[in-house]
């Protein structure tokens, strides 16, 4: 795929029911899954595509306030949710409607079968978002439950020397995240935060060091010079280990290896709750590849702070 090109936003795990990013938008669907929760049914229409920041307030006061997007006009729900009504109009397009109108048609089906249980319906707008982290971590805890693909994956990364590990604009977090703690137990972790020509310096000076793997973390909006990265990275002849939300067709094109990890949208910036999770896991199976290695560096390193005195005392532990 050339970097250009353009990225389906369909999510992998945690857009319920898996939708059809190409499918025709009507309302029969949900006429037919009478049975189905409105709480449910909005979560299919807004997590299957990635919502800018300045529209997640408008699709936040529709989850709360189902009904109102029936009868309000765009100018009505933009007054209700404090945006502008351009921005009901694009979230409409950005979640695959023609406009407000063909949108306001699925409201009005959706609050049709309103069968969701006053535990639901009780929830406020923060417990709902955890409670979608803690669908996300149900359905990576079904992932990593194949511990031979974990333990081989843990092996690759161990037996690369330097270990790349990428992640670029937002996802820069998880990439210093998890080359911080295995910097403890490997001897030589690289951590490519930026994109553009340093960052493919960065890549072919690891590649010319001995790197054979390169863990990757790519996450909405999916910057194109993230993929640049990794379209680099397996050109120069690396593999590539990816944690992503979204896997169809970027596991052919980028990854050798795509590990689906789903990311909370019901705020107005998403959360990565399963992201810091699976990393740990991934930093768990690097340590268990090499335990030998792992132990010897670890306890060099509590030898080194505690000689620096890099640590205030835990007074609890102490007689």
Not at 27 to 42: C, D, I, N, R
Not at 71 to 94: C, D, I, N, P, W
Not at 112 to 123: C, E, I, Y
Not at 205 to 226: D, V
Request: hydrophobic share 45%.
């Amino acid at each position: 795929m050339r970097p250009d090109a353009s990225v389906h936003e369909d999510g992998l795990v945690g857009s319920a029911g898996g939708f059809d990013s190409d499918a025709t938008i009507d309302g029969s669907e949900l006429v037919a899954g009478q049975a189905a929760h409105l709480e449910a049914q909005m979560a299919m229409l807004f997590t299957r595509r990635w919502i800018p920041p300045t529209q997640r307030r408008v699709a936040r006061y529709l989850m709360d306030n189902p009904t109102d997007g029936v009868f309000l006009s765009s100018v009505e729900l933009a007054s209700r949710a404090g945006v502008s009504q351009a921005t009901v109009t694009r979230l409409a397009t950005s979640v695959g409607f023609k406009g407000y109108t063909d949108f306001q048609r699925r409201l009005r089906v959706m609050a049709m079968n309103r069968h969701a249980p006053a535990t639901a319906r009780s929830r406020n707008k923060l417990q709902a978002a955890v409670r979608a982290e803690i669908h996300n971590l149900s359905a990576l805890e079904a992932i990593v439950a194949d511990t031979r693909l974990i333990g081989k994956i843990g092996q690759n990364l161990a037996a690369s020397q330097p270990l790349v590990v990428m992640g670029v604009r937002m996802a820069s977090y998880a990439a210093s995240y998890f080359a911080y703690f295995s910097a403890k137990v490997h001897p030589d972790v690289r951590v490519v935060t930026f994109g553009g020509s340093s960052g493919l310096d960065q890549l072919s000076q690891a590649r010319q060091a001995g790197a054979t793997w390169l863990l990757g973390f790519l996450f909405p909006r999916y910057p194109r010079e993230a993929l640049l990265l990794l379209e680099h990275a397996r050109s120069s002849g690396m593999k590539t280990v990816v944690c992503t939300d979204r896997v169809p067709g970027l596991a052919a094109d980028y990854a050798d290896i795509a590990l689906p990890v789903a990311v909370g949208r019901r705020l107005v910036f998403d959360s990565h709750a399963g992201v810091v999770v699976l990393a740990n896991v991934l930093l768990e199976a690097l340590s268990d590849a090499n335990p030998v290695r792992t132990q010897q560096r670890l306890e060099e390193y509590e030898r080194m702070v505690t000689d620096r005195d890099v640590f205030v005392p835990n007074r609890d532990s102490q007689p």
